[in-house]
């Protein structure tokens, strides 16, 4: 999942946007949950880590998404860092 939201997530967020990117990140965050669900065997695990893993590219999206939604003075009460000072 690093691999993706650190190398994968500068390709797709250019080429999908935002938007794209957080539903086809649910979307494969859905897929590999159901497939966990389905596994029989210990070697299906491992396989199905693929499209798990590639619904990584939604945390980074969904963050800036957050983000954008505050003015510049709050950004940090998005994280719950409002009770520090």
Known sequence: MGLVQGGLI????????????????LLCYAI????????SEGWMMFAFLIPYSLGGICGPALQSVITKMYPQ???????????LG
């Open 32 to 39: 590999g949950l159901l497939l966990f669900a389905f596994a």
């Open 10 to 25: 500068r390709w797709t967020l250019p080429k999908l946007g935002e938007q794209r990117s957080i539903y086809c990140g």
């Open 73 to 83: 003075m709050h950004r940090g009460a998005s994280r719950g860092l409002d009770q």
